[in-house]
């Protein structure tokens, strides 16, 4: 670990430097970028230091933005546009994304804190995917005709019947702080691909990348309003959005406890829903697992992104023959980790999000340990600005502690041993959450036959965390609504309508 203490950003590029110069940039409403009143800070989160100012939206830019998304999405050159039309703009989004993959990468780190290569050979690549993927598919949204049974139409006339899907309409597309861009294309394209038009809610804390996305995507030539961007606050600019009578669709990333507050905002209008929720995904490793594979990979699980992902594997449970074995080792992992700025290539771990995010994590660590738990290791804060966790090794936990039960979002597992499969179902499925796990094991036979008892949306095997824009990702219980990434994802983009005619 580098001394934290004496931690110094490394100088940003020229093409970062300058965006970061260049702001605020302002709020886009029908393809004009607007200065706002009043702004906040972003800040980097290893240093507390600030990096740019951000356009506050209100409820009043809400309402224009959500204007210009219904005046795009019912007249001019968006509606005009045909499939394959759209199908060639999110491929010229996706080349302008790539051509910029350094910059957007490094923007990330900075305000999110994320080591470089994080952002740079997995989320950002993972982002252009999703623009590419549901560019194949825009094309590809095809109704039916339908044989009826209808028998009561007047003499000598037929009935002709049909389906055609369109574009849901108006879409609030909010997306959280830990993974922005790749969660944000993970709304964008889709919708996009079905026609929509959107109205993106950033996270307070990491707006940057979404501007610069959207300035990349009017050089490819995204219509005036198609996407509009308020960047502000959740309790302001998110609220309006997911209460908005004028939005027909919200598709939302984030906590369960403001996915609960949507649904409630959601009932003003019916609004569709799109929730992918919290989690606290179990790692289940077998006796007969690879230990060579499976210790890093559990490691890998938690300590990715410093714990902030949705599906983080933080529940550990390993066979009792293997126990002490696995879990010296991924403390041995946890210790060896290189934390520091994300943009030092060095860095295996940056910090937590925000000094405060970062509190609440170590008061889980501190709650724990007050409950019985044993730190095995880490838990210690550190950095000039409070937001780094040590990456932590809890053991000697119960089953109703919270540090077992609630998301936590940062780099803390809770090792539990097991002596049987029927034991270790039980456990992993004790949980509020359904989002994934991941079982480790030699055994073709009992990796399937657990991944069918488990109750989640993913069930990765000798692997976690593994993504494609092909692959359905959302989960079961209060880890959400619905599926995005994956072909099904185009579908909470669309609406059936059904044509029956008297011929």
Not at 52 to 69: F, I, L, T, Y
Not at 232 to 244: P, Q, V
Not at 352 to 363: G, I
Request: aromatic share 6%.
């Amino acid at each position: 670990m580098t001394n934290l203490a004496a931690l110094t950003a490394p100088a940003p590029s020229p093409a970062a430097a300058a965006f970061l110069a260049s702001a605020p940039h302002g709020l886009l409403i029908g393809g004009v970028w607007q200065a706002t009143a009043d702004t906040f800070d972003s800040l980097d989160p290893a240093t507390g230091k600030l990096l740019a100012p951000v356009a506050k939206g209100d409820a009043a830019a809400v309402n224009r933005a959500v204007a210009a998304a219904r005046t795009a999405l019912e007249s001019g050159p968006w509606p005009a546009m045909t499939p394959m039309d759209r199908a060639k703009l999110l491929w010229k989004i996706a080349d302008h994304l790539e051509a910029h993959i350094d910059e957007l990468a490094e923007l990330e780190t900075l305000d999110q804190g994320k080591p470089l290569y994080v952002g740079r050979w997995a989320e950002i690549p993972g982002a252009i995917a999703q623009f590419r993927f549901f560019g194949g598919l825009a094309n590809q949204i095809e109704g039916a005709t339908i044989p009826t049974s209808v028998n009561y139409q007047p003499p000598g006339k037929e009935v002709f019947a049909y389906t055609v899907n369109e574009p849901v309409g108006v879409v609030g597309a909010i997306v959280p702080w830990n993974s922005p861009l790749v969660l944000t294309a993970m709304k964008l394209a889709p919708a996009l691909a079905a026609g929509c038009t959107l109205v993106l809610k950033p996270a307070e804390d990491t707006s940057l990348t979404a501007i610069r996305l959207l300035e990349l995507m009017i050089e490819a030539g995204l219509p005036a309003g198609a996407v509009n961007l308020v960047t502000g606050f959740g309790r302001d600019t998110g609220a309006a959005l997911a209460s908005h009578p004028g939005v027909d669709k919200i598709a939302f990333t984030g906590s369960t406890g403001t996915g609960r507050a949507i649904i409630d905002a959601a009932k003003v209008n019916f609004k569709r829903l799109t929730l992918e929720l919290g989690g606290k995904s179990p790692v289940v490793i077998l006796p007969d697992a690879d230990l060579d594979f499976a210790i890093p990979g559990a490691a890998n699980a938690i300590y990715f992104n410093g714990g902030q992902v949705c599906v983080a594997g933080s529940r550990l449970y390993v066979h009792d023959s293997i126990f002490d074995r696995v879990v010296a080792g991924i403390a041995a992992a946890a210790k060896g980790m290189v934390l520091g700025h994300g943009l030092d290539p060095a860095t295996q771990m940056g910090p937590l999000v925000s000094r405060s995010h970062a509190a609440k994590v170590a008061q889980f660590i501190a709650d724990g340990a007050r409950a019985g738990a044993s730190v095995l290791t880490g838990g210690e804060t550190a950095g000039p600005n409070g937001s780094f966790i040590t990456p932590t090794v809890l053991t000697d936990v119960s089953p109703d502690m919270a540090v077992v039960r609630e998301e936590i979002f940062g780099p803390v597992v809770v090792a539990q041993r097991y002596t049987d499969l029927d034991e270790v179902v039980i456990a992993g499925n004790d949980s509020e959450y359904g989002l994934a796990a991941s079982i480790w094991t030699e055994s073709l036979s009992s990796a399937h036959r657990l991944a069918r008892r488990l109750r989640a949306g993913t069930v990765w095997i000798n692997t976690h965390s593994m993504y494609d824009a092909s692959l359905p990702i959302g989960g079961m219980k209060q880890s959400g609504w619905g599926r995005d990434s994956g072909v099904g994802a185009l579908e909470n983009y669309l609406e059936t309508k059904t044509v029956c005619a008297v011929v």
